[in-house]
């Protein structure tokens, strides 16, 4: 008999919810038109993505001409990233100074050290406490009078602490009245759009990246928003789609397939009571794992501070690929960290950074847990830890 199994990597990726595989496979009988021809065909299938971008925006809290479509959330950063920085060496001829932290995902982190590499820009990586928490005055106290970036992840996909946008982008009015370059700021909100308020107005954000396949949506979508007048130079030339910013026929049944997975998340109240009940079995779990000596938290347990659905934590004196085979083999899916650097057993630069790594072998293990969970799927995976 075949096992069912249990999926707790849902930061990884999620499956495709049915209303979203139906939007798009009734988006594709209809409409084939490249949304960029002037024919009904092209303005036919112009006007559906309108009307998702509508919708986006409406989530965002923001216009709809501030809503950049991309490939996703790697593309979103780097364009946020190295545009910006391109924009103002162009513009100034100086040598830009970038502030992120040690907590990032891939997709920002290498992107600032690959622009440091190359000598265009100085930049500061701010270290979290051992919990995995920064606070916003740790990033003021960086700033320099060439400071022209800030990139801060919302949550962190691989500890899931939650760092202070919204007290840091108040903050940064003040800072910006008086700053040499207007500071821009960015955040990318992958993992917060399920259960945060992501309102860019009530945050004071310039730029913020968000995905489609954490939520139930297809993959290889994403988008920016870039908030009016915000200054930004293309990562790749070609046509005027996308406002100039992002040349290229659009993905567009990525895009309808996006819009309604959004569209899915629902009220802020909705998210916010997905959240509570998720966050339940994030507790459960903990609880659990209270019972062996050897198990390890990484991040903070604190609950303004920390996500509902992620949890990391290490298992000393034992094997990492060995874990995540043998939970697997009992039929359970988690993950060592990032899905963008699993095939690598070394620690990533997120679990580094907590300085908490002892010459103890240690296996990491991230469980990120969705709706779609029962406290019965936990259960499971405590008895199983207790296997290994
Ligand atoms: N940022 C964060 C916080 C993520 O979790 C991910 C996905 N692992 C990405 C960026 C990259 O997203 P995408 O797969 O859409 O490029």
Do not use: W
Request: hydrophobic share 40%; aromatic share 6%; net charge neutral.
């Amino acid at each position: 008999m075949k096992t069912k199994r249990i999926y707790l990597d849902n930061a990884a990726t999620t499956p495709i919810d049915k209303t979203v595989s139906k939007a798009i496979t009734e988006f594709e009988a209809h409409y084939f038109g490249n949304p960029n021809s002037i024919h009904r065909e092209g303005q036919e299938a112009r006007a559906q993505i309108d009307f998702a971008r509508q919708n986006l925006a409406a989530f965002f809290s923001c216009k709809p001409q501030e809503i950049i479509f991309t490939s996703g959330a790697t593309e979103s950063n780097n364009l946020a990233i190295q545009g910006v920085v391109s924009e103002y060496v162009s513009a100034y001829n100086m040598k830009p100074h970038v502030i992120t932290t040690m907590l990032e995902h891939q997709s920002v982190y290498n992107t600032v050290k690959e622009l440091e590499k190359k000598g265009i820009i100085e930049a500061s990586y701010i270290k979290p406490t051992k919990d995995g928490l920064i606070t916003a005055d740790q990033i003021i106290r960086e700033i320099k009078d060439n400071t022209v970036l800030i990139s801060l992840i919302f949550v962190s996909n691989e500890i899931g602490t939650v760092l202070p946008i919204r007290e840091l982008g108040k903050q940064l009015v003040d800072v910006n009245k008086s700053s040499h370059y207007k500071i821009i700021f960015h955040t990318d909100a992958v993992q917060a759009v399920k259960h945060y308020n992501l309102n860019v107005q009530k945050l004071g954000i310039d730029l913020l990246t968000f995905s489609a396949h954490k939520i139930n949506g297809p993959k290889g979508i994403g988008g920016l928003y870039v908030k009016s007048g915000t200054k930004l130079a293309n990562l790749v030339f070609g046509g005027s789609q996308e406002y100039g910013l992002r040349p290229g026929t659009q993905n567009s049944t990525g895009i309808i397939g996006m819009a309604k997975a959004y569209e899915n998340l629902g009220s802020l109240e909705d998210r916010q009571a997905s959240g509570n009940a998720i966050r339940k079995m994030k507790s459960q779990l903990l609880e659990g794992l209270k019972q062996f000596n050897l198990i390890d938290i990484n991040g903070s347990t604190d609950l303004e501070q920390s996500c509902p659905d992620i949890l990391n934590f290490s298992i000393l004196n034992k094997d990492q690929e060995m874990v995540i085979a043998k939970l697997d083999l009992a039929g359970i899916a988690v993950s060592t960290g990032s899905a963008c650097v699993s095939g690598s057993t070394k620690p990533s630069h997120v679990i580094n950074a907590l300085g908490k790594i002892t010459d103890r072998e240690a296996a990491t293990v991230r469980v990120s847990i969705a709706k779609s969970n029962s406290a019965k799927d936990l259960d499971q995976l405590i008895e199983a830890i207790k296997t290994l």
